[in-house]
């Protein structure tokens, strides 16, 4: 061999070092690929599908893949939904990456569906079961946190009514979930006009008078975005009631830097605030295949780099 060759080979082999396997396979089919396997100062969590291009279909290896590249939390709005065997083997593999596990969502037939503000008793005993049948999901995979939407909004029902009926419901949620040290996190959201809850002083609200530590708010910066702004000051003014955070840039709901919102700026005022929980990556990829998967790593690099 001759040494110009060698040379190159060995220092192509150096530049390698301390990356994951994951990340080294895919540092063989793309130039621009620029992971770092250092841990994320902020426990980041992506979900099933957001790297299948380079880690493949299976659930485990999309898991490996994120620990590979640094990230340290996970979530999976369909939990509820994924059978026994493969709820314990992804609980197993968390534990064995040191992974945190984010939401996911307690099953109540859907966000518009079986709502809360209603008052309607078999509205509220689907919503109760779902609590029940959550605890032991949670266990398998040590999980701390299940989304909740309380529904539609009732035009028929004068708003104080609707509260009253919410705040009713979630307390008999929180009852059940608070002795195994589960927190239900309800999501404003933004998605229709249609539904009950959609800003963060409103869920402030409803959290303070559940008056249960099983029941805080899940701060989707997305969707706050989209409903009211401010996202700063609606952090401050709603902190001591928030329990989980996720993230999306607006327009989009794509990876930070895509869109207007400042992430950097929100990263570090949280970060500063003292927050050590779980920020669940709850968007697409601004751009497809394997480039849209380094996109969306580097993103959260830079904007995590304060």
């Not at 060698?6 to 793309?30: C, D, E, P, Q, R």
């Not at 493969?86 to 197993?92: F, N």
Request: hydrophobic fraction near 40%; proline fraction near 4%; charged fraction near 25%.
């Amino acid at each position: 061999m001759e040494r110009r060759s060698f040379i190159k080979k060995s220092a192509a082999a150096a530049s390698l070092t301390g990356m994951g396997i994951s990340g080294v396979n895919a540092m063989t089919k793309t130039s621009k690929t620029t992971f770092s396997s250092d841990p994320f100062k902020m426990k980041f969590a992506p979900h099933l599908g957001m790297f299948k291009n380079h880690a493949g279909t299976d659930p485990i290896d999309q898991i490996n893949f994120m620990a590979d590249q640094g990230f340290t939390a996970f979530e999976d709005n369909n939990m509820m939904k994924r059978d026994v065997a493969l709820q314990t083997k992804i609980g197993e593999t968390l534990a064995k990456r040191n992974m945190t596990m984010g939401v996911f969502v307690i099953q109540k037939g859907g966000n518009l569906k079986n709502t809360l503000a209603a008052g309607k008793q078999e509205f509220i005993d689907i919503f109760l079961n779902g609590c029940k049948n959550a605890i032991e999901v949670a266990k398998r995979v040590n999980a701390k946190w299940l989304t909740v939407v309380p529904g539609g909004f009732q035009r028929r029902l004068p708003i104080g009514i609707q509260d009253a009926n919410v705040i009713e419901a979630l307390r008999r949620g929180a009852d059940i979930l608070e002795p195994y040290g589960l927190t239900m996190v309800l999501e404003p959201l933004s998605d229709s006009p249609d539904l009950y809850l959609q800003r963060s002083d409103q869920t402030y609200m409803i959290c303070k008078a559940v008056n249960n530590p099983a029941c805080k708010i899940l701060f989707d910066i997305y969707h706050l975005q989209k409903t009211e702004g401010h996202i700063i000051r609606n952090i401050d003014l709603t902190w001591d009631e928030i329990g989980y955070f996720q993230i999306g840039d607006n327009p989009g709901r794509k990876e930070p830097t895509t869109g207007e919102i400042n992430y950097k700026n929100i990263f570090k005022h949280i970060q500063n605030k003292g927050f050590n929980g779980v920020l669940g990556m709850e968007h697409g990829n601004s751009i497809e295949g394997r480039e849209g998967e380094l996109a969306v790593i580097n993103a959260y690099r830079e904007t995590s780099s304060f």
